[in-house]
């Protein structure tokens, strides 16, 4: 992805290239998150989400994603600013692709599930397990409370009461 600036505003957003859509870092209540610049039709691929691969299962930080088999991506700018939502406009795909030697490396693609309006933030579901659920504060309609996966939130509801 290429960075360029607005010369009228100033502003900086990433060009994807295979959709010619753009997308911008900016503030919100949780930190940096990821916004449109353009409209967002459901079922665009916005892009890949690169980073660093990291080996080990107790590998943890605050935007690592798991992809399985003990590894994490690491994930890099713009894309490791996707916050939570429980009502998410975003989904992660994970796609093994094979090298020539037939090694197959994970590569993580964000996609619109539904569409987005210009300046929406860009969400996804994180679906964290109730043991390591914390409260959410993502303002959703069906906000579970919770950033957990949408099986585990009775459990996370029963650990936090607890003080686990």
Not at 69 to 80: C, D, I, M, T
Not at 145 to 160: F, N, Q, W
């Amino acid at each position: 992805m290429e960075v360029v600036e607005n010369s009228k505003t100033g502003v900086s957003y990433w060009k994807i290239p295979q959709s010619k859509l753009r997308i911008r870092t900016g503030n919100t209540p949780y930190g940096q998150g990821v916004f449109a610049c353009d409209p967002i039709p459901a079922g665009t691929a916005l892009g890949e989400v690169r980073g660093t691969i990291i080996q080990g299962s107790d590998y943890q930080s605050d935007y690592c994603m798991d992809l399985g088999e003990n590894q994490s991506l690491e994930p890099h700018a713009p894309y490791r600013y996707v916050n939570h939502c429980c009502e998410p406009n975003c989904e992660l795909y994970q796609i093994d692709l094979e090298d020539e030697s037939g090694v197959e490396h994970p590569m993580i693609v964000i996609e619109a599930s539904r569409d987005i309006a210009v300046d929406d933030q860009l969400t996804i579901d994180y679906a964290w397990p109730a043991e390591e659920a914390i409260p959410c504060g993502c303002g959703a309609e069906s906000c579970r409370g919770y950033i957990v996966h949408p099986d585990e939130r009775e459990l996370a509801v029963k650990l936090h009461s607890r003080g686990a």
